[in-house]
């Protein structure tokens, strides 16, 4: 194999491991599990919302959407802070000063979004 | 690994403006609606103060051009051309602005602080040398303008626009990152000279032709060209008609910026495989923005098609590639000069009429304006004549430098086809002339003066003027911001 492909192996790993894992999870549920559905068991499940295929025909809070995003504001960041910290003692002062005018930028959005009243459930 | 403190120097200019933006954002929180003219001028101050710093920069960053963070940005002439005229087209959308936003009932803190940031965005593209951070600016220019498209969201013609900008835009982000992965495969980097380094040195596998022709599918549609220019009429109808000027000027001189950076820099030594499109798309462009535009009614809607056709003129330019003089690039730039001219002082004139609701935005609200102020009929006049190419304005010579590059570069039924579709511009152009100087008004148009949108006016016209009567300088400047064309 190309060199400059094997480097991707870890990712094709990890994409193998990401279909086992559910995969062998419901399997093993299906066996384990005693089976009594009732209708509202077996109704599709989406979280906030009454169920997916009524969601069309109903009326629900634009809310919702407002605290969606703001969960991937800050979703984002601790998806950033995560290997920033593990690798901090190589970053040092550097990484230090990116990370903190990252925060700042998020802090203006989260100052907006509160000053705006989109925290306050009315 | 900490990058060299000169590199922070080279976007100074770009983080200021990303500070003042996000003061901006949160400045109007605070204050009061009659107050919001101080976030105005601030914005405009800060444009301005942008301008002066990548003069300091570009200074202080002695010879150009000067590479930072890796390869992802570069200061070079190409880019600060590209800057100072976005910087301008920032400001006159501001003034257009000021009573526009004033009067509507939706606030203006977020719309400037949009603005701004749009901007950045649109800085960081003229800058862009990899193709990660094009996309990145890219991004950052497309969202706050979605937004922007949307900003009247109580009304639905302003939703239409946003909705349609958005999914069109979201697509077309889609089919131009999908190219570039295409891309990456082949050369194994995304920096643009890193890439046209691959192709010259090892034949590229067949799949890079499918990864260029999405790429150049993606710029086709930021920049509004058939066939994918369906979306330009509908959102500058729709949005509101300062954010049309915008739009038709701001976004898509960004996307030339980068077009021409992607196309020259990276794709240049596969210049063979991507002629034929180009050429393509122009010749159809040109066609359909012109044959488009005579049939409406809408003044917005026409500006909108005429920005199609023109997008189609300056596409020839990049067909010139191959020129050892690089007319192909130094065409485009005074081209785009004299398009954010005209187009903006055309726009203009609609903000001027625009009074209530929709009225002002059909070509009958033109009637009889020369009667009515004989100044601002003028100034229109002489945006309708550049718009058409005719001398002595600045749309003259920006035509005739394209043509004769596309003829230099062999591409005769394309010069003859864009002659000939300029010809059919004069038709509809001249409709809005007839308009105000040979039909009476009924006078029921009622403008308020406006000095800050007037004084915008003044300036695109001197502008448009001053390239048609004295091009000499405008092309000397152009000819000294070339690219290197392949590796």
């Given amino acids: ?122 | 690994m900490p990058f060299p403190a000169g590199d922070t120097l080279l976007i100074l200019p770009e983080l200021f403006l990303t500070a003042a933006a996000s003061f901006v954002l949160l400045w109007a929180t605070f204050v009061s609606r009659p107050r919001e003219r101080g976030l105005a001028f601030f914005s405009i101050g800060a444009l301005a103060a942008t301008g002066l710093l990548l003069f300091v920069s570009a200074r202080m960053a002695g010879t150009l051009p000067r590479s930072a963070f890796g390869g992802m940005f570069a200061m070079d002439r190409f880019g600060l051309y590209f800057k100072g005229i976005l910087l301008l087209v920032g400001i006159v959308t501001i003034l257009f602005s000021l009573r526009f936003i004033s009067v509507s009932p939706y606030p203006g803190g977020e719309y400037y602080g949009l603005i701004l940031f749009s901007t950045v965005g649109m800085l960081f593209m003229a800058s862009g040398t990899h193709l990660a951070s094009i996309v990145v600016a890219l991004e950052l220019m497309a969202l706050s303008q979605y937004v922007l498209a949307g900003y009247f969201k109580r009304e639905t013609k302003s939703l239409e626009a946003s909705a349609k900008y958005f999914v069109l835009g979201a697509f077309s982000s889609g089919v131009l990152i999908y190219g570039i992965s295409l891309v990456y495969g082949a050369a194994g980097t995304l920096s643009l000279a890193g890439i046209a380094t691959a192709f010259t040195t090892a034949k590229p596998p067949a799949f890079l032709v499918i990864g260029i022709i999405f790429v150049g599918c993606g710029m086709f549609f930021k920049i509004a060209s058939a066939p994918f220019h369906v979306w330009a009429p509908d959102v500058y109808e729709g949005a509101p008609t300062p954010i049309s000027a915008f739009f038709a000027v701001g976004p898509k001189l960004a996307a030339y910026a980068i077009f021409a950076r992607i196309f020259f820099v990276g794709f240049g030594p596969r210049a063979g495989d991507w002629s034929a499109i180009i050429a393509a798309s122009a010749a159809l462009t040109m066609v359909v923005g012109n044959v488009g535009a005579l049939m409406q009614t809408n003044v917005k809607r026409l500006l909108g098609y005429s920005s199609i056709g023109h997008a189609g003129y300056a596409l020839l330019g990049l067909l010139a590639y191959g020129d050892a003089s690089g007319i192909g690039l130094w065409s485009i730039l005074v081209y785009l000069l004299a398009y954010a001219f005209m187009n903006l002082g055309a726009f203009g004139l609609v903000i001027l009429l625009e009074s209530k609701g929709y009225a002002g935005e059909s070509v009958d609200d033109f009637n009889g304006l020369a009667a009515k102020n004989p100044w601002l009929a003028a100034a229109m006049l002489v945006f309708l004549l550049s718009l058409a190419g005719i001398p002595p304005t600045a749309g003259f010579v920006g035509k005739y430098f394209l043509f004769s590059a596309a003829m230099k570069a062999g591409w005769f039924w394309l010069s003859l086809l864009a002659v000939l579709m300029s010809a059919v511009s004069l038709f509809y152009y001249f409709r809005i002339a007839r308009a105000m100087y040979l039909v009476e008004g009924e006078g029921t148009l009622h403008w308020r003066e406006e000095p800050a949108v007037s004084a915008a006016i003044a300036l695109c016209a001197a502008g448009t003027l001053a390239m048609g009567i004295l091009p000499g300088p405008f092309v000397q400047f152009a000819r000294t911001c070339l690219l290197p064309f392949g590796p």
């Avoid at chain 1, 990401?18 to 419901?26: E, T």
């Avoid at chain 1, 109903?58 to 407002?66: A, E, G, K, M």
């Fill in chain 1, 1 to 122: 194999m190309n060199p400059s492909m094997a480097s991707y192996l870890p990712i094709l790993y990890f994409a193998i491991m990401a279909a086992i894992i559910p995969v062998a999870g419901l399997a093993a549920m299906s066996l384990l599990r005693p089976s009594k559905p009732t209708p509202t068991k077996l109704a599709p499940y989406e979280c906030g919302v009454a169920s997916p295929t009524e969601a069309f025909d109903h009326r629900f809070s634009v809310r919702y959407y407002l605290i969606a995003v703001l969960f991937v504001v800050f979703d984002v960041e601790t998806i950033f802070l995560f290997p920033w910290a593990v690798m901090y003692h190589r970053l040092k002062l550097f990484g230090l000063v990116e990370m903190l005018v990252f925060l700042a930028i998020l802090v203006v959005g989260y100052v907006y979004a509160w000053r705006r009243g989109a925290l306050s459930w009315a």
